[in-house]
């Protein structure tokens, strides 16, 4: 079996279309449909079943892809011993966040990293879809939940709290709520679906001081808590937030302080095979650090 084909079927079922694979892998989707269609004839199977949402795999292809799923970790494991020098921290490091959390405060923070750590070579990935980390889409993942698979290692990072925020050109337009009911004369924007949602019960906004679990309904709903951030700050209404993506902020006002939503966990998570990689924990005692001087 070639292996090249076969590292292609892989990265086309874990899409679950060409189009995002032939984005990941640098290749055409004409290119990748060939390798395709090539394995299934080598194979003798079909191993994709093909319709207007995208591919799903058959009996067989789930199959093939489990089994391509644990070799591709295993050599995952074995290239990073064999790579890594266990006396200074070196080499590739990709860490994965969600959007807002990685722009706003990972970022500004990476370039004192890399000046301690200058044999580390930092990726960054921002998704709001958390990537698989037994296959090695990335080394780091800091995740707005707790992770479901065992053989992660994973430990909290902080608290997030949430609080209703609005702009100062809005709230001057229609003025500052002083109570919770209050705020039925207000307009909010929501987060809308996503997959998964970053956002823990993102809809507690719309219902407080509703009665009988009714809740308001959103003027506007974005998949993106950045973009919920921007819409607020353009004035559009009012909306839940993390307190951290609004810090430094300009024209960002704080609702109602003593309201609060609910309070989430972010967590950082890796592989069990990266334990003793000396960037990993490098990257980990310098987070820790730097989230010990925040208050979110």
Same mark, same amino acid.
């Given at each position: 079996?070639?292996?090249?084909?076969?590292?292609?079927?892989?990265?086309?079922?874990?899409?679950?279309?060409?189009?995002?694979?032939?984005?990941?892998?640098?290749?055409?989707?004409?290119?990748?449909?060939?390798?395709?269609?090539?394995?299934?004839?080598?194979?003798?199977?079909?191993?994709?079943?093909?319709?207007?949402?995208?591919?799903?795999?058959?009996?067989?292809?789930?199959?093939?892809?489990?089994?391509?799923?644990?070799?591709?970790?295993?050599?995952?494991?074995?290239?990073?011993? #064999?790579?890594? @020098? /266990?006396?200074?921290?070196? %080499? $590739?490091? +990709?860490?994965?966040? *969600?959007?807002?959390?990685?722009?706003?405060?990972?970022?500004?923070?990476?370039?004192?990293?890399?000046?301690?750590?200058?044999?580390?070579?930092?990726?960054?990935?921002?998704?709001?879809?958390?990537?698989?980390?037994?296959?090695?889409?990335?080394?780091?993942?800091?995740?707005?939940?707790?992770?479901?698979?065992?053989?992660?290692?994973?430990?909290?990072?902080?608290?997030?709290?949430?609080?209703?925020?609005?702009?100062?050109?809005?709230?001057?337009?229609?003025?500052?709520?002083?109570?919770?009911?209050? #705020?039925?004369? @207000? /307009?909010?924007?929501?987060? %809308? $679906?996503? +997959?998964?949602?970053? *956002?823990?019960?993102?809809?507690?906004?719309?219902?407080?001081?509703?009665?009988?679990?009714?809740?308001?309904?959103?003027?506007?709903?974005?998949?993106?808590?950045?973009?919920?951030?921007?819409?607020?700050?353009?004035?559009?209404?009012?909306?839940?937030?993390?307190?951290?993506?609004?810090?430094?902020?300009?024209?960002?006002?704080?609702?109602?302080?003593?309201?609060?939503?609910?309070?989430?966990?972010?967590?950082?998570?890796?592989?069990?095979?990266?334990?003793?990689?000396?960037?990993?924990?490098?990257?980990?005692?310098?987070?820790?650090?730097?989230?010990?001087?925040?208050?979110?």
């Amino acid at each position: 079996m070639d292996w090249d084909k076969l590292k292609i079927f892989h990265a086309v079922a874990s899409a679950g279309s060409f189009t995002k694979a032939a984005y990941s892998l640098n290749l055409s989707q004409s290119a990748i449909s060939r390798q395709i269609q090539s394995l299934e004839n080598d194979l003798k199977s079909q191993l994709f079943i093909r319709h207007a949402r995208g591919l799903s795999l058959t009996e067989n292809g789930d199959y093939l892809f489990n089994t391509a799923h644990e070799v591709i970790s295993k050599l995952k494991d074995v290239e990073t011993v #064999l790579s890594e @020098h /266990k006396d200074k921290p070196s %080499g $590739k490091l +990709t860490v994965t966040t *969600v959007v807002s959390f990685g722009t706003t405060w990972l970022t500004p923070r990476i370039q004192e990293f890399m000046t301690l750590n200058p044999e580390i070579e930092v990726e960054l990935i921002f998704d709001d879809k958390e990537l698989d980390l037994s296959t090695r889409q990335a080394d780091i993942g800091i995740w707005m939940r707790r992770p479901k698979q065992l053989n992660y290692i994973q430990r909290k990072l902080i608290d997030i709290n949430y609080h209703i925020y609005g702009s100062t050109k809005y709230l001057e337009q229609y003025g500052y709520p002083k109570n919770v009911s209050e #705020l039925n004369k @207000h /307009k909010f924007i929501s987060y %809308g $679906k996503g +997959t998964p949602s970053p *956002v823990f019960n993102p809809i507690w906004a719309l219902k407080i001081g509703m009665k009988e679990n009714k809740k308001r309904k959103p003027v506007m709903k974005v998949n993106s808590v950045y973009g919920l951030l921007l819409a607020v700050q353009s004035g559009v209404g009012l909306a839940a937030l993390p307190d951290y993506i609004t810090v430094n902020v300009p024209n960002i006002v704080k609702i109602l302080p003593e309201v609060e939503g609910p309070k989430t966990q972010a967590h950082f998570v890796y592989p069990e095979s990266l334990k003793n990689v000396a960037r990993v924990q490098a990257f980990r005692k310098f987070l820790y650090s730097k989230v010990s001087e925040w208050k979110f």
